[in-house]
T-cell receptor, first 114, second 112 residues
């Protein structure tokens, strides 16, 4: 299958700071990337859909000004958690979708906000 | 009714037996069906995709799709302890960049 990477894999930050997470498709062009969040022992929650060169589409209840998404190229999307607070601590996962219909998950980024 | 339903488990299966995971979906327009495996603390990994009615086999895994019954299943033959994980069923309509709808997952434990 196709490979998606995320960086960093783990980040700990102080409350009020901003954190940027990168998602890269390594061996395919991801026309669309999706960002998910998963709290412990809960299912995946889709946050937003990101298409290269256009604004992201956010799911209901997700604050677009707090979770900034940029999909500047066919291989890179970034999620910035602005003014992070402890309740934003979660496992953030991106997926890349190429020209087929399968989505490939990145390894995830575990965010801890103190 | 949830869009994609799975038995949350836990499902316990003896090593070497067949594990059967089930998923039902409510949207009759669904065209693409996926099974992901998620180990604890890790992100999901795609293990099977199926688009047509019938069976699709890949190694020890067989996906079965019945669109009339809105049912998709995953069989794991010769279950191994390494198969212990949460299995997520996902569907979409296959329209352009349509998002996936996930079930809540079934936790499978293979008993040595």
């Amino acid at each position: 299958g196709a490979v998606v990477s995320q960086h960093p894999s783990r980040v700990i930050c102080k409350s009020g700071t901003s954190v940027k997470i990168e998602c890269r498709s390594l061996d395919f062009q991801a026309t669309t990337m999706f960002w998910y969040r998963q709290f412990p022992k809960q299912s995946l929650m889709l946050m937003a859909t990101s298409n290269e060169g256009s604004k992201a589409t956010y799911e209901q209840g997700v604050e677009k000004d707090k979770f900034l998404i940029n999909h500047a190229s066919l291989t890179l999307s970034t999620l910035t958690v602005t003014s992070a607070h402890p309740e934003d601590s979660s496992f953030y996962i991106c997926t890349g979708k190429g020209f087929g219909n399968e989505q490939f998950f990145g390894p995830g980024t575990r965010l801890t906000v103190l | 009714q949830k869009e994609v339903e799975q038995n949350s488990g836990p499902l316990s299966v003896p090593e070497g037996a067949i594990a059967s995971l089930n998923c039902t979906y409510s949207d009759r327009g669904s065209q693409s069906f996926f099974w992901y495996r998620q180990y604890s603390g890790k992100s999901p990994e795609l293990i099977m995709s199926i688009y047509s009615n019938g069976d699709k086999e890949d190694g020890r895994f067989t996906a079965q799709l019945n669109k009339a019954s809105q049912y998709v299943s995953l069989l794991i033959r010769d279950s191994q302890p390494s198969d212990s994980a949460t299995y997520l069923c996902a569907v979409n309509r296959n329209f352009g960049n349509e998002k996936l709808t996930f079930g809540t997952g079934t936790r499978l434990t293979i008993i040595p």
